[in-house]
């Protein structure tokens, strides 16, 4: 009997296919929504994008960890990495003792530079006068990372660095050079100094341009150096006057110089030719004289008395005994 009672028992087993897996499916579609969420909140913060006139300085758990250039670039999430942009391939530029604005005038948008700042402006040149020089610089950063870590605040930097380089210039020159023939060297020589301290200081910035705007003697005193100007010009008037008739005067001189060296050359070369033909005249009669003695002579005696003759108005032969002098004859003039 017993065994006819465990042949009726029927043993359910679970296949699978049942509630468990409706179960993991419904645990499935609730991991949907949490992925997407950590997506859209990731990825803005994985993905960037550089412009065409920046560098991208990535910091890695605050350290620096690269540099990167313009384009879509991808990054550590969240503050793992963060990319700082650094507008290297711009140039900048800085006034100083002045600040250009745009202002409106019948219509038209036009530069005003009528606002002066004397307190950046104001120098005192070598020789103790007081200038109010105005000047620009135009600059490029050159190494991201440097200009991002090496100095703090590097653009207020610059300015003074500008400030005090352009004072020391300005103080190694008299007023007169700063006012007029020394721009181009005061300019030049600032230029020099400030690229030097920028990279002995490892600043990342490269000066493309240093311009003096203008330099003049403050409202004060303008009248007395617009005086001094004058003088200036109408010195240099005179010396250009007096430097044009020393040239004209030179030339003069070195034309008939030249002149006398040629009639002497030429002088020279007559004396050579006169004394070579004397010289072969003399030689050829020589060799005459040699073959001939007598006859050269008596040619040489008549040759004299025709050369002499020639020059006389009248010739007379007369009587050698003869006390007076009784025309002969009479050969008549030339």
């Known amino acids: 009997m017993a065994d006819n009672h465990d042949d009726n028992v029927v043993n359910i087993k679970p296949d699978g296919n049942g509630p468990d897996k409706f179960i993991k499916f419904l645990k499935q579609l609730s991991a949907v929504p949490i992925i997407i969420f950590l997506l ?29 250039g313009p384009g879509l670039h991808f990054k550590l999430p969240f503050n793992f990495e963060v990319a700082i942009t650094v507008p290297v391939r711009k140039i900048s530029k800085m006034e100083f003792g002045f600040r250009t604005r745009y202002v409106q005038r019948g219509g038209n948008t036009v530069y005003d530079t009528s606002n002066t700042f004397d307190d950046e402006s104001i120098m005192l040149t070598g020789d103790l006068n007081v200038v109010d020089v105005e ?40 007023v007169t050079e700063a006012i007029t023939d020394a721009r181009d060297e005061i300019a030049n020589l600032s230029q020099e100094k400030m690229q030097k301290i920028l990279d002995d200081y490892k600043m990342g910035i490269r000066l493309v341009a240093l311009e003096l705007q203008d330099v003049f003697p403050p409202e004060k005193v303008k009248p007395a150096f617009d005086e001094v100007n004058s003088a200036v010009q109408d010195a240099q008037q005179i010396a250009n006057l007096a430097e044009k008739q020393r040239k004209k005067v030179i030339q003069e001189a070195r034309g008939k110089a030249e002149q006398l060296i040629k009639t002497a050359r030429a002088y020279k070369v007559n004396l050579i030719n006169r004394a070579e033909g ?53 050969l008549g003039a030339k």
């Open 40 to 68: 859209i909140v990731t990825v803005p913060t994985t993905i960037y994008t550089v412009q065409a006139d920046e560098d991208a300085v990535i910091l890695r758990f605050g350290e620096y960890n690269r540099t990167v």
């Open 135 to 174: 000047w620009i610089i135009q600059y490029q950063v050159k190494d991201a990372k440097d200009f991002l870590f090496n100095v703090h605040d590097p653009r207020k930097n610059l300015f003074d660095i500008s400030q005090a380089v352009m004072r020391e210039v300005i103080g190694d020159h008299t």
């Open 278 to 330: 004397d010289t072969k005249r003399f030689l050829s009669l020589y060799g005459e004289f040699k073959k001939a003695p007598e006859i050269t002579k008596k040619r040489l005696y008549f040759d004299q008395i025709k050369n002499t003759i020639k020059d006389i108005d009248q010739v007379y032969v007369v009587d050698p005994q003869v006390k007076g002098i009784l025309p002969m004859l009479n």
